[in-house]
């Protein structure tokens, strides 16, 4: 499987600011996913990031809140803008998946709070 | 869009004994079907799937099966050990959507 990084590995922000998450793979990959995890709960599918297109949005999350950049196929970063306690989450990057069902495997996360 | 439910929520056995957890998914159109496992502030980690051509998959304690017809799947655990104590999720994708939806996971608690 793909070693995943991910950093910052845990922040603790302030209340109106933005947080932007990394992560790095090393290997080529087609399919990159932004998860989030609130705490106590199960993986809720934020975006699909696409190299060289936009992402695509789940229901319920939004590119203003969340833009996503995928530069090439082993990089991908997740922003978290204008934040609020309410973000306060684990947020995870994934890779796989994909149209033949290819495993998905999951980046170490990264625990945000939010004051 | 594909619904994931997974009971129970929790379930506590005593180490040796089997611990099942089951999951139901909505979309006819899933054909692939895994597990994860979370221990605590760790990334989930893939412990064994199965896709639709397949009804049982087993991997030294562990098994999955999966009816189609009632659209359901379930984890069997055997032989339970303290090690096994964490949080297991189901999942499902279909080769249209392409992307993983998750159930909302199992509490599994091993005693000594």
């Known amino acids: 499987s793909a070693v995943i990084s991910q950093k910052p590995s845990r922040d603790i922000c302030q209340r109106g600011t933005s947080l932007t998450i990394q992560c790095q793979v090393d290997?080529?990959?087609?399919?990159m996913f932004w998860y989030r995890q609130q705490p106590g709960q199960s993986l809720t599918l934020i975006a699909t990031?696409?190299?060289?297109?936009?992402?695509?949005?789940e229901s319920g999350f939004v590119i203003d809140k969340f833009p996503i950049s995928r530069p090439n196929l082993t990089f991908s970063t997740l922003t978290v803008s204008n934040m609020s306690p309410e973000d306060s989450s684990i947020y995870l990057c994934?890779?796989?998946?994909?149209?033949?069902?290819?495993?998905?495997?999951f980046g170490s996360g990264t625990q945000l709070s939010v004051l | 869009g594909e619904n994931v439910e997974q009971h129970p929520s929790t379930l506590s056995v005593q180490e040796g004994d089997s611990a099942v957890i089951k999951c139901t998914y909505s979309?006819?159109?899933?054909?692939?079907f895994p597990w994860y496992k979370q221990e605590l502030g760790k990334r989930p980690q893939l412990i064994i799937d199965?896709?639709?051509?397949?009804g049982e998959k087993k991997d030294q304690r562990i098994a999955v099966t999966l009816n189609k017809t009632a659209k359901h799947f379930s984890l069997h655990i055997t032989e339970t050990q303290p090690e096994d104590s964490a949080v297991y999720f189901c999942?499902?994708?279909?080769?249209?959507?392409?992307?993983?939806?998750f159930g909302t996971g199992t509490r599994l608690q091993v005693f000594p």
């Open positions: 199965i896709r639709s051509n397949v």
């Open positions: 979309d006819s159109a899933s054909n692939y």
């Open positions: 990031a696409n190299q060289g297109s936009e992402a695509t949005y």
């Open positions: 994934s890779v796989g998946g994909g149209l033949i069902n290819e495993k998905l495997f």
């Open positions: 999942a499902a994708s279909s080769y249209n959507t392409d992307k993983l939806i």
């Open positions: 290997s080529q990959v087609t399919m």
